[in-house]
T-cell receptor, first 110, second 113 residues
Framework: EDKVVQSPLSLVVHEGDTVTLNCSYEVTNFRSLLWYKQEKKAPTFLFMLTSSGIEKKSGRLSSILDKKELFSILNITATQTGDSAVYLCAVESGNTPLVFGKGTRLSVIA | DSGVTQTPKHLITATGQRVTLRCSPRSGDLSVYWYQQSLDQGLQFLIQYYNGEERAKGNILERFSAQQFPDLHSELNLSSLELGDSALYFC????????????FGQGTRLTVV
């Protein structure tokens, strides 16, 4: 059965800190790994990664995939209170369109 | 705004009842996915339709069914509702059969009392 595990489950940091969120996976026929940010309702797309070792970057957020070790990390630098959200990792495989992890709840306090 | 529209936003109903959730995908998207999000389970894939045909099935209960119509909107039907069916139900759409870069609607919050 396809599985995606995120850690930590929750995290509290101060504004300006740098955080690293982890996502490991076990799926058959891996196609891509995606990161989403979920604030109040709908998950919003952040990154899609398909190739190992290539960093995707958007402002203060960046992500990288290691297909050999089957994990990905999401980094957020200089965190702001607006970064507070649940960050979801999902993997697209040959079996299931998107298998989601349970998410990491990030709280950024001023 | 992702362009995916779900109605209704909230729904409160009694156990044993049947409800229908509706989803309009982004213009041009052929794939529609339904997900259930509950507090303890996270986002669980239910079912996918592509251009009117069922493409993939997840852990969808037999009491639940879905369809995608010729105009590409989709409906998720939940019947014989139980308290445990209370959850957020999301619809997502994408242009291709694969779910990469799927865009999510705002969800329907279902409360079964």
């Amino acid at each position: 059965e396809d599985k995606v595990v995120q850690s930590p489950l929750s995290l509290v940091v101060h504004e300006g800190d740098t955080v690293t969120l982890n996502c490991s996976y076990e799926v058959t026929n891996f196609r891509s790994l995606l990161w989403y940010k979920q604030e109040k309702k709908a998950p919003t797309f952040l990154f899609m990664l398909t190739s190992s070792g290539i960093e995707k970057k958007s402002g203060r957020l960046s992500s990288i995939l290691d297909k050999k070790e089957l994990f990905s990390i999401l980094n957020i630098t200089a965190t702001q209170t607006g970064d507070s959200a649940v960050y979801l990792c999902a993997v697209e495989s040959g079996n299931t369109p998107l298998v989601f992890g349970k998410g990491t709840r990030l709280s950024v306090i001023a | 705004d992702s362009g995916v529209t779900q109605t209704p936003k909230h729904l409160i109903t009694a156990t044993g009842q049947r409800v229908t959730l509706r989803c309009s995908p982004r213009s041009g998207d052929l794939s529609v996915y339904w997900y259930q999000q509950s507090l303890d389970q996270g986002l669980q894939f239910l079912i996918q339709y592509y251009n009117g045909e069922e493409r993939a099935k997840g852990n969808i209960l037999e009491r639940f069914s879905a369809q995608q119509f010729p105009d590409l909107h989709s409906e998720l039907n939940l019947s014989s509702l139980e308290l445990g069916d209370s959850a957020l139900y999301f619809c997502a759409s994408s242009t291709r059969q694969g779910a990469s870069e799927a865009f999510f609607g705002q969800g329907t919050r279902l409360t079964v009392v």
